[in-house]
């Protein structure tokens, strides 16, 4: 029992002394954040009549958010239609504004729209669901409403203008709306 256990033990150790060995000297677990910094912009489109959401372009990511202001700069200058690409909000991987950011422009500020918002996306654009930790509106837009699960389901928050943090929806965000109203948040 005692020479099984002493064999055991070695070849543990023997295990674990190999896997060190291979190892590269700099490596380091993974750790959240430590990927670099993305800076992306989604253009949505106005949404077909009865519709509650708008058409999403193509994620665009760039390594600072100058490359997202030149994309939005682009954008109008391709528009043939005559309509330009407004930004509607900016949401950032880190509280505080920080971080990571996407940037959303619509083909028009917020307006009006009786009780349905002015913009919506009924999901996250691809690596941009349940990471958002704050946001910010512009163009119009007084609030925004941020939903748990895709297709505007699960718990919502409405959040105002300026959101420096998420309290429960923190990581959370799978579908958001835009807003002229302010549902009673500061904007």
């Given at each position: 029992?005692?020479?099984?256990?002493?064999?055991?033990t070695?070849a543990?150790?023997?295990?674990?002394?190999?896997?060190?060995?291979?190892?590269?000297?700099?490596?380091?677990?993974?750790?959240?954040?430590a990927?670099?910094?993305?800076?992306?912009v989604?253009?949505?489109?106005?949404a077909?009549?009865?519709?509650r959401?708008?058409p999403?372009?193509?994620?665009?990511?760039?390594?600072?958010?100058?490359?997202?202001?030149?994309?939005?700069?682009q954008?109008?200058?391709?528009a043939?239609?005559?309509?330009?690409?407004?930004l509607?909000g900016?949401?950032?991987?880190?509280?505080?504004?920080?971080?990571?950011?996407?940037?959303?422009?619509?083909?028009?500020?917020c307006?009006?729209?009786?009780?349905?918002?002015?913009?919506?996306?009924?999901?996250?654009?691809a690596?941009?669901?349940?990471?958002?930790?704050?946001?910010?509106?512009?163009?119009?837009?007084?609030?925004t409403?941020?939903?748990?699960y895709?297709n505007?389901g699960?718990i919502?928050?409405?959040?105002?203008?300026?959101?420096?943090?998420?309290?429960?929806?923190?990581?959370?965000?799978?579908?958001?709306?835009?807003?002229?109203?302010t549902?009673?948040?500061?904007?």
């Open positions: 029992m005692r020479t099984t256990l002493l064999r055991c070695a543990v150790l023997l295990f674990f002394g190999m896997t060190v060995s291979v190892m590269p000297a700099h490596a380091s677990p993974a750790r959240p954040g990927s670099p910094e993305r800076h992306c989604v253009h949505l489109g106005v077909e009549k009865g519709q959401y708008s999403m372009s193509d994620l665009r990511c760039f390594s600072s958010s100058a490359g997202v202001r030149a994309e939005i700069a954008e109008n200058e391709r043939d239609t005559g309509i330009q690409a407004v509607i900016t949401d950032y991987t880190d509280p505080n504004y920080a971080g990571s950011s996407l940037s959303w422009t619509a083909p028009g500020a307006y009006y729209n009786g009780t349905r918002p002015s913009w919506g996306a009924p999901s996250m654009p690596g941009w669901d349940n990471v958002v930790s704050s946001t910010q509106t512009y163009s119009g837009c007084k609030a409403v941020l939903y748990d895709a505007y699960g919502s928050m409405v959040t105002g203008c300026n959101s420096t943090t998420l309290s429960f929806m923190d990581n959370r965000a799978s579908a958001r709306e835009w807003t002229d109203q549902y009673g948040q500061p904007c």
